[in-house]
């Protein structure tokens, strides 16, 4: 079979098909190229892949040291780190334990009490939530000392300007409980 030009014109082929097994002949030419091409990158990276293979092999043993120490490292946070960053304690459990004993005691257990005020003190989200409990468990409370007395002025000054009304009724029931009966008499009236 001609392949080149020459050799086509000799056996006196018409011009188009000439040009057609020209172009035919560039395609095949081509292909073989590319399917060279293809089967020299196909070898080059089955090269490589063994270079890596070999390479790991090679360094099995920093591999796997680098591995260890990962996955050591790993643990060690992760038993270490509740050390560190222990949880916050809101005291909101041992505020309501407090307040639960103290119930118990009928609310005449001034060390209960305390101990409710410590718990309050340190965690000062709390207080909203037992200050009108306090309160309004002393109201009840038949005789007060001068520092539950006081107690109750500054929870009643925090609510002053919240609950007016439930403010000056609170203000008659103390004055009647430190026995200020007079003056509690007019406050009521007015």
């Known amino acids: 079979m001609p392949r080149s030009e020459f050799e086509l014109w000799k056996l006196k082929i018409p011009l188009k098909s000439c040009l057609l097994i020209k172009y035919i002949l560039l395609f095949k030419h ?3 190229d590319m399917e060279e091409n293809n089967q020299e990158i196909k070898k ?3 090269n490589d892949l063994k ?3 070999l390479l790991i092999i090679e360094k099995r043993n920093y591999i796997f040291t680098i591995l260890s120490a990962i996955l050591v490292l790993n643990i060690l946070i992760f038993k270490i780190k509740p050390l560190i960053f222990k949880n ?4 909101s459990f041992l505020a309501n334990q407090n307040y639960d004993e103290w119930k118990k005691s009928f609310f005449k ?4 009490l305390n101990q409710l005020k410590s718990v309050i003190k340190k965690n000062p989200s709390l207080k909203p939530n037992y200050d009108g ?20 002025e500054t ?11 439930y403010y000056e009724f609170s203000k ?4 009647i409980s430190n026995g200020q009966l007079n003056e509690a008499l007019i406050k009521s009236k007015n």
């Open 44 to 46: 080059e990276n089955k």
């Open 155 to 165: 929870i009643l000054e925090r609510t002053k300007t919240e609950l007016p009304f």
């Open 172 to 175: 008659t029931a103390l004055l």
């Open 109 to 112: 257990d001034s060390d209960k």
């Open 88 to 91: 916050t304690f809101d005291g």
């Open 51 to 53: 270079k890596y293979l």
């Open 30 to 32: 081509l292909r073989g």
């Open 133 to 152: 409990l306090i309160l309004q468990n002393l109201l009840i409370k038949e005789n007060f000392g001068k520092e539950e007395n006081a107690l109750a």
